[in-house]
């Protein structure tokens, strides 16, 4: 008897990303039905489906003879370019192999197979075309510990209201109150739901399309909800879900599960009520109050908005003739915290504040802007967002989800890159009613949390959690359904929210640094090898999906895997944070004798001794490797231990109260930057943003550092320490300023200074200088820069010169435009064809020369 077996590929994706793929399946059966280890092909027909997203289907039939018998099966994609790749991103469950297929036991019946490339239209709540022509609401959500799951809706009022009547029109933002279930029930909605759900498959749980309650999707478009879990030991336990596109809350008040009348501007986000949301639709003015504009006009919001227009609309004028960057190598980063903006107001700064901040980043130079963490996470928009909750919901204390996309569209229309920071190596710190025992209350099924063993196997119940130099357990890599958690929400972010790329936080946590918690120094193997797999998953999904997506890794390891291309087996990341060079060049951290720690020691040592510029120089080599290079972060802005007192120091952190600080004050060696101190600190500030930003790496500086800012960037003190950027281009620090701009526009109209080519050709410790060649093309540069604080006004000399031909002075950091000293080599030719090359250096400098 031949029995039919169908298989089902689905994307997740709405839209056009596969809509000109074709789609064959392969799999491990001959023509006859019966199983052979030469794999069979048939193309696949495509389809959209009710959520519409492109799937593509085919049947087979098989031998029932062949039951019990274990299939392979895969699919792959035909491009319109007539290329084919693998569309199996996931690899087995396996620690010993990379393979990627999908298998099932034969048992003689008809049944269906099923793979997802994504989660986003799987599950959360989702708008499902039915066959009656109606857009009907469908939930979906992972408990596969729960006994049973139900949604519950929530409610929201005008807080003026004293009968707390669910709201049934737009309210002022300010004034919407509840947005919280409490544990006993409290605030549920008296008339909507709540909506039974019924296990499928994959421990997934859904609604029913045809539930009375659930056939008008308009109905329940921006309705809060949350999901009610009874757990596998019969508690009932309220969970958001962790597929949502909005958080009703934007404050940092957690109610514990009691009653909540308050506002959502106090509420935290993390624990407050799920919303619905049609991602196929965005607020038509950025702020819905008039006058209506795209522009932020710093009036109060309503919600829900009341006008919106369709994805395809809101993005069709998205570019200009100034495209963004695609190539890694061609990006200038401007790394920027949104909640340290707001200037002049005592909240925290938002999307509107960072989309008023996009010419000023036009008129520095750069061309790509990578966003501290935007989506949903604890406290309030001055949080750094390091400890996300919800993947799929955009902070709404600094805007939320639409906002989110004028910033996008806006930095798109001016040529900026948009790279988004991302934290897949832990979730958020306290994640109670999202991940944390989210369906069962043992440690072992904490289905989001690697957990080893069984909590018998230990002496407290949390010693199987494994840790990974994060600020939360490790997630549990091993499970698909977790990895696509991540997965899913970065597809959201490439291809509904139209973000450039991805800057993925500590992957050395997820891919080596996983230990017991139990004692938190057995390393667990397992755990590495698994967070190895995400990382191949992730590339391998965005690159399918978006072929020159940015991806960059936050990675201290020397694996060469990181940066190998998904072709090769690699994670496929385009480069990674280059953190020894930061090190080798500022020095305010607590590394030993074995950095060369340039700028701190230049502030300290003021009677000439000799610097490490050998040991920046291996530094300095290494930078065209797939290398992303910074002369200040955000770690290390006043968060890292080091030799600056804070005064604002909490015996929390019993580490740092000395720490690392700001590029300026560093150079200054802590002193008043007044007078002779000033231009100094001045001066060596250009001299390590000049030798970041014309080296082989791509450059990436903190925010506030063309500017000299003074104050920490502290992950708890951000209000406390802001600076106006504005003020200060005009004031104080006007001349870095200016020299920022300068030289981000030199690096960006040169081919050879844009490239991974780098030598260098000299350097000194006893004089603190270092030189070094840049080429592409048959253009070549030599940059030499010195630490030293008097000039060489009668010529310093390179011995050994091995280059020849004649040069040309064409960048100098010493320019009194700058607040220098105009000491240089007047723009005339110098002969570089003798054995040693003479140039004349000004102290504290960086200067470019161009091959004739």
């Excluded at 909540?260 to 799920?274: K, P, R």
């Amino acid at each position: 008897m031949m029995i039919p077996v169908q298989f089902t590929y689905l994307t997740g994706i709405v839209g056009d990303a596969f809509s000109k793929v074709r789609a064959r399946l392969h799999g491990s059966w001959d023509a006859a039905g019966r199983y052979s280890d030469q794999w069979s092909v048939a193309d696949m027909t495509g389809q959209s489906l009710a959520q519409g997203s492109v799937s593509f289907r085919e049947s087979i039939i098989l031998d029932s003879t062949e039951h019990g018998k274990v299939f392979r099966w895969g699919v792959s994609f035909i491009f319109p370019d007539g290329s084919e790749t693998w569309a199996i991103p996931t690899e087995v469950k396996d620690r010993g192999s990379r393979e990627r297929y999908r298998s099932f036991q034969f048992t003689g019946q008809p049944h269906d197979e099923q793979y997802y490339l994504t989660h986003c239209t799987r599950l959360g709540a989702n708008r499902v075309s039915h066959q009656d022509g109606s857009i009907r609401l469908r939930f979906a959500v992972w408990a596969p510990n729960a006994q049973t799951v139900e949604v519950v809706m929530g409610k929201i009022w005008d807080r003026s209201d004293p009968n707390q009547v669910p709201a049934s029109c737009s309210i002022k933002a300010d004034d919407i109150a509840g947005g919280y279930i409490a544990d006993n029930g409290r605030d549920a909605h008296p008339n909507l739901g709540p909506f039974f759900m019924r296990q499928v498959s994959d421990g997934v749980w859904e609604t029913n399309i045809d539930e009375p309650g659930l056939r008008n999707f308009k109905a329940l478009d921006h309705k809060p909800y949350m999901y009610r879990v009874t757990r596998n030991d019969g508690s009932v336990a309220y969970r958001s879900d962790l597929y949502s596109r909005c958080q009703i809350g934007y404050g940092s008040f957690n109610p514990r599960g009691e009653p909540y009348s308050g506002l959502i501007s106090g509420l935290d986000g993390t624990v407050s009520c799920s919303v619905v949301v049609d991602p196929e639709q965005v607020t038509k003015y950025f702020r819905e109050e008039p006058p209506y504009s795209t522009q932020p006009p710093g009036l109060a919001r309503v919600w829900p908005e009341r006008h919106f227009t369709s994805d395809v609309e809101f993005w069709r004028d998205e570019f200009t003739d100034r495209r963004p960057p695609s190539r890694v190598e061609d990006l200038i980063i401007y790394e920027l915290h949104t909640g340290a903006l707001g200037f002049g107001s005592s909240r925290p700064g938002s999307l509107a504040d960072a989309i008023a901040l996009l010419d000023y980043l036009v008129d520095l130079g750069v061309n790509a802007v990578e966003l501290l963490p935007l989506s949903e996470f604890g406290g309030r928009g001055e949080n750094w967002g390091y400890s996300t909750s919800h993947y799929f919901a955009i902070e709404y204390s600094g805007g939320g989800r639409d906002q989110y996309k004028f910033f996008v569209k806006e930095a798109h229309k001016r040529g900026l890159a948009v790279i988004m920071d991302v934290v897949y190596n832990h979730f958020a710190h306290d994640a109670e009613r999202a991940q944390w025992m989210y369906d069962a209350v043992w440690p072992d099924l904490n289905v989001y949390y690697w957990y080893e063993s069984t909590p018998f196997a230990y002496q407290a119940p949390d010693g199987g959690f494994v840790d990974n130099m994060s600020t939360a357990p490790a997630p549990r890599y091993h499970e698909e359904m977790v990895r696509k958690l991540f997965i899913s929400s970065a597809v959201s972010l490439v291809h509904e929210f139209h973000v450039d790329g991805l800057r993925v936080d500590q992957t050395t946590s997820i891919h080596s640094y996983n230990v017991l918690h139990a004692d938190n120094r057995l390393t667990v193997p397992d755990a590495n090898i698994f967070g190895g797999k995400l990382l191949r998953e992730l590339g391998r999904t965005l690159r399918m999906i978006k072929p020159d997506v940015i991806l960059i890794a936050e990675d201290h390891s020397t694996w060469d895997e990181v940066t190998t291309p998904i072709g090769d087996g690699g994670m496929g990341f385009d480069a990674r944070w280059y953190a020894e060079f930061y090190h080798h060049l500022a020095g305010d951290t607590s590394k030993g004798a074995d950095y060369a720690k340039l700028i701190y020691s230049a502030s300290q040592r003021l009677n000439g001794e000799p610097l490490e510029m050998e040991f920046f120089a291996r530094a300095l080599s290494a930078s065209g490797s797939r290398r992303v290079v910074y002369n200040e972060s955000h770690d290390e802005a006043g968060n890292s231990a080091g030799p600056v007192l804070d005064p604002q120091w909490d015996s929390k952190d019993k580490d740092k109260k000395h720490t690392s600080h700001r590029s300026i004050v560093v150079a200054a060696g802590g002193a008043p930057l007044v007078g002779d101190t000033r231009r100094y600190a001045e001066a060596r500030c250009r001299f390590a943003y000049g030798v970041t930003v014309l080296s082989a790496g791509t450059p990436m500086f903190l925010f506030g550092e063309e500017v000299g800012a003074e104050h920490r960037f502290k992950y708890d003190a951000v209000l406390q320490n802001r600076e106006d950027l504005f003020a200060l281009r005009n004031g104080a620090g006007a001349n870095l300023f200016r020299f920022y701009a300068d030289i981000n526009r030199f690096r960006l109209g040169s081919p050879a200074l844009r490239s991974r080519n780098i030598e260098v050709v000299y350097s000194s410790n006893d004089s603190r200088v270092l030189a070094f060649t840049r080429w592409r093309d048959g253009e070549m540069y030599l940059i030499v820069g010195t630490l030293n604080d008097r000039s060489f006004a009668d010529g310093y000399v390179i011995p050994n010169w091995r280059s020849g031909g004649e040069w040309k002075e064409v960048f100098n950091s010493d320019s009194s435009l700058y607040g220098g000293s105009n000491i240089g080599n007047a723009g005339g030719v110098i002969n570089g064809r003798n054995e040693n090359l003479s140039l004349v250096l000004p102290s504290n400098s960086v200067m470019a020369f161009k091959r004739l």
